[in-house]
């Protein structure tokens, strides 16, 4: 459903004889690939002589190869193409590990080309051998080893086909030494897919007629929907807002589907899930009528399952027929592509004769109303000290009206990104949902300033995740791709810390991080900008710098360091039972407070 | 509040399964390429799913395809499950639920046949009794010298536990299966 997106600026090349290295440059260039994150070695010096050799592909050097991987996914993310990799054999391909699982839970479009040994030293334990396509197989979609240089292009480009259709995934194509060296045919892309790969991408009709017929019978409905939406494509975003327009009905987020409708919509009702919204949650507890769109009914967002939205009738669109039924029973089943499904359902619907209950939902409308009231997101402001929820009220308001793409780490300063900045459009939220990878968006930033350099990215980060992949300012550096690492430092792993005084008596073991570098000296050792703010008055003029200076940029912002992040639903409830903020502060987090942490929050 | 969550003690929702498990018989074709065996079994101990049985052949030489049979265990839902993951493998052409299948089809059961190599030693009495039994069973000689007999036999997994318990007490020195093959009765295809 992609195959259209890949913008090329040159034509197919012919069948020719070539080397393996040459191939591998020929077939990125006839995928339409223009920019690849990697890291050289042995096993993949003879692609990097062709790399050298060429000027339509443009390589970034990264650091590590975790960081080749998210900036893979970042620049996958924000532009609906193929992010692409080229690590070398060994540690070069156990490194790629983590992008790539983290690739196959988000269903990111990735292709990582390893090099291995030669073929006449695979399994003798050489020098820098690892059994690269056993470990990434339960981490791809797919996967090959390429033995013999004839197959090396048709692999490539089923390599691509596989990544980017159906539900979208990491592939990884290994290529050993003398595979690259050898001579052989190249063949051009073709349509001519494996006879066992034919992903669904039409919904069934009467399937799609069953949905409708139940959403018009609906007084108290609600739209769910996710990443498949944004995997989907610009026109999926588009036809959901046509759909929420059509019937009035509320529509809620997952972490992953954040823009496909925008958060200034009339209908929105923030994320939902274990962070979400009180009015989001609620109204899913509540519902008689769910439409699932391109979501996985993952553990964060369900809550208990047995309380999971009780009374429901529900409806489930998604490409993968695996996810039905996964881990929430559903009524209507439609398996397809997001865009493709809308499409027919908003037809369909337009074409009805019976129309939504517009009394009924005007009703359900005001009770959604007095939970909104509840302002579930409201917290103390303080004016000695920067509280997380204010510092990203400001960051919002500083750079909404710009052309602007967030990544994240993972964490609470990940949740407060999702409760507290919004957004409009697609593609600007990048974000380790699934795999939940600490150390994720630094590096992610990086891909999406490569393809987006005009833009400003901000990596909105905490002091622990960014200290994971933190030397890829060296990367932004050399490439002069001014990412904005907006780090929310409160000096704990805040998110273990508070699931420690939720769940761990307050023992807060290991939570703690005694010694933190100096994050502006750290960034102007990297010869980047580095930018330090203690005091909400000087927040907003903080801001500001980051954005006008034109380096990458480390901002240690100082929060409130036993800040907690609600609402929550806590372990093992449902959607009705969760804990606000202003339940919570007094009882369950003040005793994880001692008299100097008092002063602070 | 904490009490309530120091009980559980845990970020995820860990729920009761209330199902009850059955066995059933999968017919998995797929492109016969390396790893496409390490795909199937490694999707089965990865989800924590069963494997009781599976034999793996190439069957259409042309098309370069094999048939996997898994004979597995766990509830219709997670039956379910497993079919649609091996779905999701690319070179996984289709997955059929044989016991399902059999269902819809208004019969008792696919038709499931295991092939089995057993060997014995004994002299005297233990040894005119081991083939005699064998007879009984229809088992095949199909080696044997004046101290021991190599079996083999064919029939329901059920049939060669029988005559592997039975031949335990007459000299039983080791014991090779095949696994199930399977399929469904009638003319039409999987």
Redesign the interface.
Known sequence: MKADKQDSDSRPSQRREMTGAEMVVQALIDQGVTDIFGYPGGAVLPIYDELFQQDKINHILVRHEQGAGHAAEGYARSTGKVGVMLVTSGPGATNAVTPLQDALMDSIPLVCISGQVPTSLIGSDAFQECDTVGITRPCTKHNWLVKDVNDLARVLHEAFHVAKTGRPGPVLVDVPKDVQFATGMYTPPEVSPRTSYHPKIQGDIEAIKQAVALMLTAKRPVIYSGGGVINSGNEASKLLRELVELTNFPITSTLMGLGAYPASGKNWLGMLGMHGTYEANMTMHDCDVMLNIGARFDDRITGRISGFSPNSKKIHIDIDPSSINKAVRVDVPVIGDVAHVLEDMIRLLRASSTKPDEKAIDQWWSQIDRWRARKSLSYTRNKDVIMPQYALERLYALTKDRDTYITTEVGQHQMWAAQFYHFEKPNRWMTSGGLGTMGYGLPAALGVQIAHPDSLVIDIAGDASVQMTMQEMSAAVQYEAPIKIFILNNQYMGMVRQWQQLLHGNRLSHSYTEALPDFVKLAEAYGGHGIRCEKPGDLDDAIQEMIDVKKPVLFDCRVANLANCFPMIPSGKAHNEMLLPDEATDDAVANAIDAKGRQLV | ??A???A??????I?KETELPVTTVLSVL??NE??VL??VI??FS?RGYNIESLTVSETEHEQHLSRITIVTRGTP?IL??IR??L???????RVVDLSVRADELGQSGPIQRELALVKVAGLGEHRNEALRLADAFHAKVTDATTEHFIFEITGKGSKIDQFIAIMKPLGLVEICRTGVAAMNRGPMGM
């Open positions: 509040m904490n309530q969550n120091l559980s003690g845990s970020a995820y929702f729920a797929v492109d390396p790893g390490a795909r490694g999707l990865g839902h379910d499950q649609h993951q779905e999701r493998i690319v070179p996984v052409h």
